[in-house]
Nanobody, 121 residues
Framework: QVQLVESGAGLVQAGGSLRLSCAASGSIFSINAMNWYRQAPGKQRELVARIGSGGSTTYADSVQGRFTISRDNAKNTVYLHMRSLKPEDTAVYYC???????????????WGQGTQVTVSS
């Protein structure tokens, strides 16, 4: 019984900043990697950023240098700090986490509900 709840949706002008949050709750023993994906209309869902359990990070080329992924393990929360936003960043953003629940022997992927980010030009 695990769920990921996202927050931080918003409308921002090009060049602005926004922070998304994704909090996992439920019978969680541990969380391995946490990720942010996004999907724009007519496009495939793409990986935006990933952060490992040890803090290592990976970014899509399109957001490298502008976005920062971070996590607070005490809160089971992952953040996506977005700056210098561009209209092409407009999409529904989804968080994803590999979670080991109590009583489980394997990690299972869970998804947030999605949050709309709109960047106006």
């Amino acid at each position: 019984q695990v769920q990921l709840v996202e927050s931080g949706a918003g409308l921002v002008q090009a060049g602005g900043s926004l922070r998304l949050s994704c909090a996992a709750s439920g019978s969680i023993f541990s969380i391995n990697a946490m990720n942010w994906y996004r999907q724009a209309p007519g496009k495939q869902r793409e990986l935006v950023a990933r952060i490992g359990s040890g803090g290592s990070t990976t970014y899509a080329d399109s957001v490298q240098g502008r976005f920062t992924i971070s996590r607070d393990n005490a809160k089971n929360t992952v953040y996506l700090h977005m700056r210098s936003l561009k209209p092409e960043d407009t999409a529904v953003y989804y968080c994803n986490a590999d979670v080991l629940g109590f009583g489980s022997t394997r990690y299972v992927g869970y998804w947030g509900q999605g949050t709309q980010v709109t960047v106006s030009s």
